[in-house]
């Protein structure tokens, strides 16, 4: 039986972006794009269960400096590809700085608008891949929830779902928050400094999703609209499609005594 949250000891936000509903009666499919946290200090049983999952790449989007303070656990795995794909340049808390995050909204759309060579490099070597493609950043919701709304919306999810997604990584994320809190997880900074961000760092609450399509919506008419002015090839559009909808299952008739 498909099933969306991962069960791995070491992933809290480890989730399949397959079962969501698209036009036509229509779905997502299980088993091709899992958003998740960072995978790091994973034991050899969480390794193995992503394997046996059917993930044949990791996609890491946190910037090198974060890369070097926490390496992936999937980095040289002889049956797993590893793709650094830093969609910051700089970590999230960067060295000798506490940083004051705006709405998240706003900050989403600052991401989106300047990082729009990566998505195109990102979004093309996602449709490319077989196999299923894990995708993180440090806490897997910010970079990580960007990346799922690209997928979501040309796989063409429905705005509300689209926002559910990004909603959920709250709940299962309070592990992670309380080791980014007590320092034990660093942030890209120097390991002595201390983790400073204000209390709403820590939300995925649906105003700051709904922003980031709101602003995709007025100024360009959807996400898929920006998508392609920014240069995603359609067969790269029509390939994740081909992969990630499934077609209408065949209802059974119901049988009469």
């Known amino acids: 039986m498909a099933i969306r949250r991962l069960p791995l000891k070491g992933l809290y936000n480890a989730r399949d972006l397959g079962g969501y509903p698209v036009a036509g009666g229509k779905q997502t499919a299980f088993g091709r794009f899992v958003r998740s946290e960072a995978p790091c200090e994973l034991g050899e049983e969480d390794i193995q269960a992503l394997a046996d999952y059917g993930i044949t790449m990791s996609m890491d989007l946190r910037s090198l400096r974060e890369q070097s303070v926490r390496p992936s656990s999937l980095k040289d795995l002889p049956h797993m590809a590893y793709c650094s794909m830093p969609l910051l340049r700089e970590a999230a808390i960067p060295d000798g700085q506490t940083k004051t995050f705006r709405p998240w909204g706003e900050e989403y759309i600052d991401m989106a608008e300047g990082a729009r060579e990566w998505a195109v490099e ?124 499934e077609k209408p299952r065949r209802r059974r008739k119901a049988q009469t005594k």
């Open 122 to 245: 990102a979004l093309t070597l996602a449709a490319e891949r077989d196999g299923a493609v894990l995708y993180h950043c440090t806490t897997g919701k910010d970079r990580t929830g960007l990346m799922s709304c690209y997928l979501l919306s040309i796989a063409g999810v429905a705005r509300a779902d689209i926002i559910a997604d990004y909603m959920v990584s709250e709940v299962y994320l309070e592990p992670v928050y309380q080791r980014l809190r007590s320092g034990e997880i660093p942030m890209g900074i120097h390991p002595d400094q201390k983790f400073v961000v204000g209390p709403d760092f820590f939300h995925t609450w649906p105003e700051a999703m709904s922003t980031l399509l709101g602003h995709f919506e007025e100024h360009y008419g959807g996400v898929v609209p920006f998508l392609r002015e920014i240069g995603v090839p359609e067969e790269v559009f029509s390939t994740i499609r081909r992969k990630f909808v």
